[in-house]
């Protein structure tokens, strides 16, 4: 079974375009004024969060040829750590909230990716779907920790001593954003440093990159845990922006839909995570409120998305712009 | 605990572990000689215990209803696996993970229109719906020691089927070297399809023999889904005889750590998988 492949390692020039307008279009939507924009710009957060969340898997899946199915895990702990540092009467300060709860992420995630990054392939599939459903059942088991109906996160952090309030819908879009950027230019340069090309060499041939001296345990685990961390950081803004969290948080369908984002964007450019969390978001709204048989729908787009369009939205609009050059890490190979 | 208790739980456990292992034989096979992983295994779990309730009321008997489930189940698998599945043995996992998770939402969505989504009992067959008495307190119902006869029916017919007969060879064969079987003039693409309606034959059967002591209701795939997987990682993916071993071990630890320790009931049977995996990363049988 081959490892799987990364589209457009390096984005065109037009892309990276299209992805400063993008931005820039998402910084100016607040300003427009039309009827609805707080629902809107609620939507738009959760998908920025959900952008974030999805381009975490994509260090695992896209570049380092890990295929997690337990990603939802760390999403949700990160989250549980806010609702249970956020007493019932104050908010609590984001300064150290925020750190707590990717930190939370991160521990779980090493403890995790110690046990589940020595097996490979389909193991490695399963391994984490499991793992993530053990830490599904603790929530879900235990009354103390919010058992099946989850708990309430009473208010959002506190960052008003720099001059921001998150109360404000308007402030949390702007907090998001910068955090969605942030993360996109950190992961874009974690994957051209030589961190990141040993990770898309483990992908691309592990036994070469250990034969020429590459502990690569230890780098497949710091990937592992740094996909956590960053996948808590969007569950933090998740728990945040919701106000709410249960176990279906960490559940097997939010690891699938994570994956089914990267995939339809294109895998390994992170770009790619944040047009497929976008376009998976926006096609579940629309069939949820076409039908309540939306799961048909749903499970149609997904099967003809593996069939048509393996390669994702990127890779199909690189084909249709003519640009058919073979894939860039298979070149440089 | 005393020994009647003792004999219960042990009971249950195996009850539990053999019917874990109908659906973990014909997961691990799938993936032994095609290569995919099928996260809609459970479906075809869900799928057996709905066909059950369906024909029971249909037909007024359980027995002749397993027997009718059966054949659609077979029949189905086969034309899932011609129409669908062929085509996905040579993609990257991946791929084969959003496949069946597709199928997973489109069968859910199925079941919910032609069955809707209530939840549903099947009545234990009138000869078998009576207990053992143990002591004056407790019995066992003798419906569950059918269940667990019947499984280990099936698991030996699996095992002759697999290491007695010709076909069985023949499948050993194409797990073992798939161009080399077809070179020797094996239709591969039979024998595929025979294993793939026989993984699914068997889910359906385990739940349609399950579903009068768990009642049928939407979603009930997916719990046992995961558990398969444990079962399957423990055992050595590929290996039937792991998955026997590992289907028990899990029943075993279940059921027990449900009495023993109730408070981390949920999490036993991963820690378990996490002890195998940090001394035996590949499972128990490795294939």
């Keep these: 079974m081959s ?18 307008i993008g931005a820039v279009a998402l910084a100016a939507f607040p300003l427009v004024p039309i009827e609805g ?39 949700g702990i990160a989250g549980y750590a806010l609702a249970f540092l956020t007493p019932q009467d104050a908010p609590m300060a984001l300064w150290w909230s925020l750190p707590a709860a990717v930190l939370a992420a991160a521990v779980a995630a090493l403890v995790i990716g110690f046990l589940v990054v020595r097996t490979k392939g389909i193991y490695f599939i399963m391994v984490t779907m499991a793992f993530a459903q053990m830490v599904y059942f603790l929530f879900f088991d235990n009354k103390a920790l919010g058992g099946s109906d989850g708990i309430y996160v009473y208010f959002r952090p506190d960052a008003t ?37 040993v990770l898309t060499g483990i992908r691309v041939n592990e036994h070469r990159l250990r034969a020429v001296g590459y502990g690569t345990f230890n780098y497949k685990l710091a990937a592992f845990t740094l996909a956590g961390a960053l996948a808590g950081l969007a569950g933090y803004l998740w728990a945040a922006q919701t106000g709410f969290v249960n176990p279906e948080l960490m559940g097997f369908h939010m690891s699938a839909h994570a994956i089914m984002m990267v995939i339809l964007g294109g895998m390994g450019n992170f770009a790619g995570a944040i047009v497929g969390a976008f376009a998976f978001e926006y096609v579940m709204h629309f069939f949820k409120d076409l039908t309540k048989h939306w799961q048909l729908l749903m499970g149609g787009f997904i099967l003809l998305v593996v069939i048509v369009a393996p390669r994702g939205l990127l890779g199909l609009g690189e084909s249709l712009l003519g640009r058919g050059r073979k894939d860039t890490t298979e070149a440089s190979e | 605990m005393d020994f009647a208790n003792f004999l219960i739980q042990l009971l249950n456990s195996l009850q539990y572990g053999l019917l874990l292992f109908m659906l973990a034989a014909g ?65 990257d996992h991946l791929d084969q993970v959003l496949l069946t998770f597709g199928l997973i939402y489109i069968f859910e969505e199925v079941r919910s229109i032609f069955w809707g989504d209530d939840v549903h009992a099947v009545q234990v067959p009138e000869l078998l719906n009576w207990s053992i008495p143990l002591t004056d307190t407790l019995s066992y119902p003798v419906y569950r020691l059918v269940m667990s006869g019947v ?11 697999i290491n007695r007969t010709r076909l069985g060879m023949k499948i050993r064969a194409g797990a073992f070297n798939r161009e080399m079987t077809e070179s020797l003039g094996i239709n591969i693409r039979l024998i595929h399809g025979v294993v793939f309606a026989l993984g699914v034959g ?77 001394y035996k990363p590949e499972g128990l049988f490795k294939h």
Excluded at chain 1, 3 to 18: D, F, H, V
Excluded at chain 2, 79 to 87: D, H, V
């Design chain 1, 3 to 20: 490892s799987p492949t990364a589209t457009l390692e390096r984005l065109p020039r037009s892309m990276q375009a299209m992805l400063v």
């Design chain 1, 37 to 75: 924009t707080d629902f809107y710009l609620q939507m738009l957060t959760q998908m920025m969060i959900l952008a974030i969340f999805a381009m975490s898997l994509d260090l695992l899946q896209g570049v380092t040829g890990l295929v997690s199915l337990g990603h939802a895990a760390f999403f």
């Design chain 1, 161 to 197: 001593a720099v001059g921001l309030d998150l109360e404000n819908k308007t402030s949390f879009y702007y907090f998001t954003l910068v955090l969605l950027v942030a993360v996109y230019l950190f992961l874009r340069r974690v994957l051209f440093s030589p961190f990141g090309r």
């Design chain 2, 27 to 91: 997961l691990t096979l799938i993936f032994g000689i095609m290569g995919v992983v099928n996260l809609a295994h459970g479906s075809f779990y869900m799928l057996g215990a709905y066909l059950a309730w369906f024909f029971t009321a249909q037909l007024d008997s359980l027995l002749l209803a397993i027997v009718v489930g059966t054949a659609l189940a077979v029949a189905f698998g086969w034309l899932l696996e011609w129409a669908l599945f062929r085509f996905f043995y040579h993609r």
């Design chain 2, 151 to 161: 499984c280990i029916l099936l698991a030996i017919g699996l095992y002759l089927l």
């Design chain 2, 202 to 278: 068997l889910a359906a059967i385990a739940g349609m023999i399950a579903a009068p002591i768990s009642s049928v209701y939407p979603g009930m795939g997916s719990s046992v889904l995961i558990m398969c997987f444990v079962v399957v990682v423990i055992g050595g993916i590929g290996s039937v005889r792991g998955a026997l071993v590992a289907a028990l071990l899990v029943g075993l630890v279940d059921t027990f750590g449900k009495v023993l320790v109730p408070q981390i009931a949920g999490m036993a049977v991963y820690m378990l998988m996490a002890i195998v995996l940090l």
